[in-house]
């Protein structure tokens, strides 16, 4: 067990010593099957489900440094809930939905996980933020029994090791960065591969990915660089890059070093180079600069503009967004809204009798889902991670467009 996951372990021990009973839910309680020490069936309280409720719980980041998905993807998961409820529930039983925030942080994270899983008896976590967070609590998550649904991260660490309570619906940064290295060779001709990257996990994913679809097609990397998460001077890693001819760089940056990135390789008048990035470097903020012109992403989903031509049903919710919240919904409100209808339809599945396998069941048997953008999710008893396709956008006159769509490797 590395420190971090050590630190939560106890933290969540520690807690759930000094913090009371846990919160009772209203109605009678739902039993439902488990195995006893002798291999035996035995009946036993199903956590978070009684007749007349089912409580959701999320940690998330509202007033952090990724606060801009933590506030748009609880804002639609909650209008989905909402619209659920006012229907009637899910077989007669409304949804609770408990939010936590975390400001990014691992130490408030677990603390928000102790509350939801220990006090809250939450029956499953949804849409929670952040690659660190996630890893600090899944361990203590899964040992009492709550499923990880759709979480905001692309990191393999949120789909592997396989685990029967792992699910994702966005991209995983390994298979984006891998599709655009296949993409870019086989459509675009890209010769000279290589990689600036971040030295975190996050960073090492990306040239992981770059390095083994390379040598899956026979080729090897022309250069790399890597930079620490707070580098501002990138002169002399666009030189060495420069140098080595690249005509292809994957990158495993975040928003704040892809355009400084971007602006070191304008100001020294380097061009011809194909800059390609994934779901954590999408954002508008590198749209709007000048350097961020012709910068490619590779994502799961792309950004929609209020002026963009959109279906009846998209534009029904597009509208119902900006009326609750007085803001447009990005990219944030589209993941959210999608998972709490996965979760949703997957809960009308499993039946009246909802119980921990029965969710899990149900969500695996969501083998051909279409969401209302037109983006597909399959699942399966052995596939949890619902997104295998990329898309691939560019910025053109500060606007992420669209290019290509169902991009694989």
């Excluded at 990724?66 to 748009?72: S, Y």
């Excluded at 100001?267 to 999408?282: F, I, Q």
Aim: proline share 3%.
């Amino acid at each position: 067990m590395n420190l971090i996951r050590w630190i939560g372990a106890l933290a969540l021990v520690v807690m759930a010593g000094c913090g009371g009973e846990p919160a009772p839910a209203s109605g009678d309680a739902v039993q439902g099957a488990a195995l006893d020490a002798a291999g035996s069936t035995v009946e036993v309280e199903q956590r978070g489900v009684t007749d007349t409720e089912i409580v959701v719980g999320s940690y998330t980041d509202f007033s952090g440094a990724t606060a801009i998905w933590g506030v748009g993807s609880i804002n639609a998961a909650r209008t989905r809930i909402d619209e659920q409820n006012t229907k009637g529930g899910v077989h007669g039983r409304q949804i609770r939905f408990v939010v936590e925030d975390t400001q990014y942080q691992v130490p408030r994270a677990i603390q928000a996980a102790n509350k939801l899983i220990h006090r809250d008896n939450i029956f499953a976590m949804l849409l929670s933020v952040g690659t660190p967070l996630n890893n600090a609590v899944m361990p203590q998550q899964f040992e009492a029994g709550v499923p990880n649904l759709f979480p905001i991260t692309g990191a393999r660490s949120v789909i592997e090791p396989f685990h029967r309570f792992k699910f994702t619906q966005r991209g995983i940064y390994y298979d984006e960065v891998r599709a655009a290295v296949k993409y870019f060779i086989e459509q675009k001709g890209a010769q000279n591969v290589c990689s600036i990257y971040q030295d975190s996990d996050y960073g090492k994913e990306i040239l992981s990915g770059t390095q083994d679809q390379l040598k899956d097609m026979g080729r090897t990397m022309a250069a790399t660089s890597a930079h620490k998460p707070t580098e501002t001077e990138f002169t002399a890693a666009i030189l060495r890059l420069r140098e080595a001819k690249c005509d292809l760089v994957l990158m495993g940056t975040v928003h704040r070093d892809t355009i400084l990135v971007l602006e070191a390789a304008r100001k020294m008048g380097w061009t011809g180079v194909s800059w390609v990035g994934n779901n954590a470097a999408y954002a508008q903020v590198i749209a709007d600069h000048e350097a961020g012109e012709g910068y490619y992403a590779f994502v799961h989903m792309a950004n929609l503009y209020a002026d963009d031509p959109k279906s009846p049903e998209v534009q029904a919710w597009w509208d119902a967004y900006v009326e609750r919240y007085s803001e447009d919904p990005g990219l944030a409100a589209m993941e959210g809204y999608r998972a709490a209808d996965l979760m949703i339809l997957a809960m009308e599945k499993a039946g009246r009798n909802l119980t921990t396998d029965a969710l899990v069941t149900a969500i695996e048997s969501i083998a051909d889902y279409t969401d209302i953008f037109g983006y597909r999710i399959q699942f399966g008893p052995e596939r949890h991670s619902g997104a295998k396709e990329s898309v691939l956008s560019q910025v053109q006159n500060k606007r992420w467009v669209k290019l290509d769509q169902a991009i694989t490797y």
